[in-house]
């Protein structure tokens, strides 16, 4: 087990180094002087290219380059944005909350529902239920967030004007307390149900594949031939078994929310990293992008070995290969 | 000696026509393909004009209506399939190219090749890979080459994973035990005998890949990260958000278009997985 663990802290590092490597590279490799990106300006002042070339040593060899930037990266010290006075960490520390709070409550709506109706699906195999869900399924896989969240404003804000169009709380009313917790819910509705709309089919899926899959086993078989009611072999045997998958894909999947949640964050105008991406994008803000893609990927490389322990200490086969 | 397997027509239609998935997925195959090769042939306009009828609602002038420039939102949805479907199979074509080559010779080859292979694998399976895409067109210029050759250098692991257990599967059987034996050259068994073997998995992965390269094109589109040069779905959905909702027929159209192909290449796919790998009929 711990060597298992060790392999995979390992594999963790890795990808780590590498972003950090990927992030290095490509500031140098992109179209242009380093010093013109980092400056953000087309005509830095010679007093800031020599200030940039000091901080960032840009005169030293590449090797000792990526050492200086690494030791910065450290201490936490992702540089100053372009666009806005701030520094790069200051800026995602402000929009890392919102993203969350959609990001974790559309994953464990999407992973309550989705599983819910896999296992029901499961249950009535080639039921008119589990073909409707089927092909409903194939057709939220297919739809790109950002346009289903489009639509959604579109029915549910203008045409049926249920819910507001954008945003995180009514700017016009300075709500405290409760009334702004429900503010904020309020406003949450449409961005979290495109969210969880677009999660339910891949729950589903893993629910019911692993339930089916479990069912065919043999040791099912045998419960059944001691005369055991369908109901407990499911309720005590089948379940158990097959919800394993769904809570490691889960794991991986929350890492990989903030990307997917970025989208509709933009479509919504909610003030998370998704608008705070956009906005770097837009403007060329190369140190908050490259930022944003080292926090993503660590917490990626987290959460899978976080995902992959907690799955080899559940189910022993694993480790032992 | 090699035996040529036959290849039964009638076997093939079989097969098809009890594999819904299959057939609804050849049915619209057909449909893509002849609005990406002879749309624009039908296309009322030229997609590229200027008129003065901007943001005009679907009428019997204009079907599907018009954008903010006066674009006809219908000419443009036909031109623009063939750029979906060009990214699509491009970008997987490049992640399947990729994906075999590694995988196969880490299964085949085995040893310290494998080992330092598949520690790729791993990190390049840990990478955020759509904001890897992001990351790289927004500072190399979102030209479609870009794109397509970003997409498909990040998204091969899958295949190589796929095509590493078969390598590693196929080396055991007999018939490349014999091959061994004959002296064949170990590069030679890899290509004539495990590559060919083993393959048949890659194909339905890389049909579904062709879904996902559409997707992630229509994502750095709506990022303002898409081909300026091409007209692409993603980008009159982006073009069109800003008008809604009031003009709901910019963004709704070309996003059922997408919609319609993304769905096309997911149900072929699965309903090749499922023609040819009978194992995983348990699932169905």
Request: net charge positive; proline share 4%.
């Amino acid at each position: 087990m711990r060597k298992y663990i060790l392999k995979r802290l390992g594999s963790g590092a890795l990808v780590v180094l590498f972003s950090v490597l990927f992030n290095f590279v490509i500031i140098r490799l992109a179209p242009g002087d380093p010093t013109r990106l980092l400056a953000g300006k087309d005509n830095p002042s010679p007093e800031t290219i020599a200030a940039l070339r000091e901080r960032f040593g840009l005169d030293k060899p590449l090797l000792e380059q990526f050492w200086i930037y690494f030791k910065q990266l450290l201490h936490g010290d992702f540089g100053y944005s372009y666009v806005s006075s701030l520094t790069v960490w200051e800026l995602i520390r402000s929009r890392i909350v919102p993203t969350l709070l959609i990001a974790f409550t559309g994953a464990f709506l999407g992973l309550l529902i989705g599983t819910a109706l896999g296992i029901i699906a499961a249950r009535k195999k080639g039921s008119k239920f589990d073909m409707f869900m089927c092909s409903i399924s194939y057709f939220f896989d297919s739809t790109p967030s950002f346009w289903l969240g489009l639509m959604m404003i579109l029915l549910f804000a203008s045409i049926l004007k249920w819910f507001p169009t954008y945003g995180m709380y009514n700017v016009r009313q300075n709500y405290t307390g409760m009334a702004h917790v429900l503010d904020v819910a309020y406003h949450m509705v449409l961005p979290v149900t495109t969210l969880v709309l677009i999660d339910i089919p891949y729950y589903f899926r893993i629910a019911r594949s692993s339930i089916l899959q479990t069912m065919s086993e043999d040791f099912i078989m045998t419960l059944r031939a001691t005369g055991m009611s369908e109901q407990k072999i499911f309720f005590k045997y089948v379940m158990r078994n097959a919800i394993i998958p769904t809570v490691t894909v889960f794991g991986i999947t929350l890492a990989y929310m903030i990307t997917g949640v970025a989208m509709i964050e933009i479509v919504f105008a909610w003030p998370g990293m998704g608008r705070l991406m956009l906005d770097s994008i837009t403007k060329r803000d190369y140190p908050t992008l490259s930022a944003i893609y080292l926090l993503l990927s660590i917490s990626v490389a987290v959460m899978t070995i976080v995902v992959d322990v907690v799955y080899a200490w559940i189910d022993p086969r694993i480790r032992i290969e | 000696m090699k035996k040529k397997r036959k290849i039964d027509p009638a076997k093939i239609l079989n097969v098809i026509k009890n594999n819904t998935q299959l057939k609804i997925g050849l049915i619209f195959l057909v449909i893509l393909l002849f609005i990406a090769f002879f749309g624009p042939l039908f296309a009322p306009y030229n997609p590229y004009r200027l008129n003065d009828d901007t943001l005009m609602a679907p009428c019997a002038k204009y079907p599907l209506g018009t954008d903010n420039l006066g674009h006809d939102i219908l000419s443009q949805i036909l031109y623009g399939c063939s750029t979906s479907l060009k990214i699509g199979f491009i970008a997987a074509m490049i992640s399947a190219i990729i994906g075999v080559t590694l995988g196969g010779i880490a299964g085949f080859y085995g040893g310290w090749i494998d080992q330092v292979l598949n520690e790729i694998m791993n990190v390049f399976l840990m990478l955020p890979d759509f904001f890897l895409i992001l990351l790289i067109i927004a500072t190399f210029g979102s030209s479609m080459m870009n794109v397509m050759i970003v997409i498909g250098l990040t998204s091969w692991v899958g295949n190589a994973r796929l095509m590493r257990a078969q390598a590693k599967a196929i080396r055991e059987r007999t018939f490349i035990q014999s091959s061994f034996a004959m002296g064949e050259s170990k590069f030679s068994i890899l290509v004539r005998h495990v590559l060919p073997n083993g393959i048949f998995p890659i194909i339905a992965n890389t049909t579904m890949n062709i879904s996902g390269a559409i997707l992630t094109e229509a994502g750095l589109s709506f990022l303002g990260l898409g081909d300026p040069n091409v007209i692409s779905w993603g980008q009159i959905i982006t073009a069109g958000k800003s008008y809604l909702p009031k003009c709901w027929w910019i963004c709704t159209f070309p996003g059922l278009m997408t919609i319609f192909t993304v769905l096309t290449f997911f149900l072929l796919g699965e309903g090749l997985n499922r023609v040819l790998s009978p194992k995983m009929d348990a699932n169905k």
